[in-house]
């Protein structure tokens, strides 16, 4: 839900009416919904109005897979979740109501500055991981953790230079089920992000996610996803069988402790990766701080100053 329109394109909903919600902009569109900006006429606040697109609404698998959304997302309330204020149908459009988060998302962002600083990177997983583990408390799934779900806001202060939320439930299911609104070899899920489970059509867990969240920080350090290929099906062949490559092959200088946190969110069996999300960004942080110096460490002398010091040891 970036703040600008995507390609520029007008909105063909634009000054419409929907519900009690008046259209504005058009902001970003899916495989299975468009989102605008509107205003609420109620409450005249802004909102982030998803709706349904018109040439699925007659199908009932997308029927059920909105409404369960707005279901998941509501029952909720975490400080890195986008909250739904409403959901509903209206002259045969489907629709949910959530809050605006002005800003841009982490592919936006990512366009934008190339790869993070491992700090900036651990910030903005740990508050995403935060997100994932609240769901997984309810045994949901999100199963689609890529970064055009996850908004990064303005921050409090210098210490909390952005807030981030994780959006798009969609596509969640309970983790104990082994049925869900897809049919039968329907993929679900984003083919850079997705976890090998997925693909073999295993059931999922936890664990699913801590995979795709891993490949999410991997392009957030690097510029890219892990795997790199062609075609759709070497892809899925690279998440299931190939080694990803070490994040230090394409970043030089991070410290070999983020490698090792990295390959075992990237693992291919969810027994071997971490078991929660907050617990592989702990580690992450922890990783990323190798490279820094000590709290409270004294900086090194200058070079200039070192025959002064002649006990010093640069080596």
């Given amino acids: 839900m970036a703040a600008e329109p995507l390609g520029g394109r007008p909105s063909d909903l634009r000054g419409k009416r929907i519900a009690g919600y008046l259209v504005e902009s058009e902001i970003g569109r899916g495989g299975m919904a468009v989102v605008y900006l509107a205003r609420d006429l109620r409450l005249d606040r802004p909102v982030a109005l998803k709706l349904l697109a018109p040439e699925l609404a007659r199908n009932d698998v997308f029927r059920q897979r909105f409404a369960h959304e707005s279901k998941v997302a509501a029952a909720i309330d975490h400080p890195h979740i986008v909250p739904v204020f409403e959901a509903g149908e209206t002259d045969g459009l489907l629709y949910i109501a959530m809050r605006y988060v002005p800003g841009q998302d982490l592919r936006a962002l990512l366009d934008r500055t190339g790869p993070l600083p491992v700090e900036t990177a651990a910030r903005i997983a740990a508050q995403v991981a935060s997100a994932l583990d609240a769901a997984h408390a309810h045994d949901l799934v999100h199963r689609d953790v890529k970064p055009g779900n996850i908004l990064v806001a303005e921050g409090t202060d210098s210490e909390h230079p952005e ?100 390959a075992k969110a990237l693992a291919k069996s969810p027994d071997d990766r971490w078991s929660s999300c907050l617990e592989f960004t702990g580690a992450l942080r922890r990783a990323g701080a190798e490279s820094d110096p000590q709290p409270g460490a004294p900086p090194p002398p200058p070079r200039w100053a070192l025959p002064v010091l002649g006990g010093y040891d640069a080596g």
């Fill in 163 to 262: 807030h981030v939320y994780l959006t798009d439930f969609g596509l969640t299911k309970k983790s104990l089920s082994l049925t869900g609104f897809t049919s039968v070899g329907q993929f679900v899920g984003t083919l850079d992000y997705v976890a090998p489970e997925q693909i073999s059509g295993k059931p999922v867990d936890a664990r699913c996610d801590v995979y795709s969240l891993g490949c999410v920080v991997y392009e957030t350090l690097t510029g890219s996803p892990p795997f790199r290929r062609d075609d759709d099906m070497a892809l899925l062949w690279a998440h299931q069988f190939d080694p990803p490559p070490a994040v230090s092959s394409r970043r030089p200088g991070l410290p070999a402790a983020v490698d090792e946190v990295l």
